[in-house]
């Protein structure tokens, strides 16, 4: 099944109810490594220090692959390249109500907003 959304839109919603939810957003902090005991996460050590956490979540994008792999988790995500425009659909024109995926051409084209 083919779908899409706008990344941004959502992302900035996550964020937004997070922080008003109390969760903490640390940027430009690496991960060094989980400790683990009894097979449960109860620190992570990173560049900026030790962090004590009721709960993590991992949402690292393309990365999260590389920082589950530091808790022997594989997990089959790979990344795509490719290029994207954003055009205005002129009032003459009928806009798309579905993708459209040429999987030979390796083109696609979604309708994002309005």
């Known amino acids: 099944m083919d779908s899409n959304f706008d990344s941004y839109k959502i992302s900035k919603k996550v964020m937004d109810l997070s922080l008003k939810n109390g969760v ?3 940027p430009n902090t690496e991960v060094l490594k ?3 005991e009894n097979d449960k996460i109860t620190n992570i050590l990173t560049n ?3 962090l004590d956490f009721d709960k993590i979540i991992i ?8 920082m589950l792999a530091k808790l022997s988790i594989k997990i089959p995500l790979m990344p795509i390249k490719g290029y994207s425009i954003t055009v205005k659909i002129p009032p003459s024109n009928i806009p798309l109500k579905y993708n459209v995926c040429d999987d030979k051409s390796k083109v696609y084209v979604t309708r994002l907003g309005d």
């Open 34 to 36: 989980f400790e683990i």
């Open 59 to 66: 949402a690292c994008g393309i990365d999260t692959k590389e």
């Open 48 to 50: 900026n220090g030790r």
């Open 24 to 26: 903490k957003f640390l």
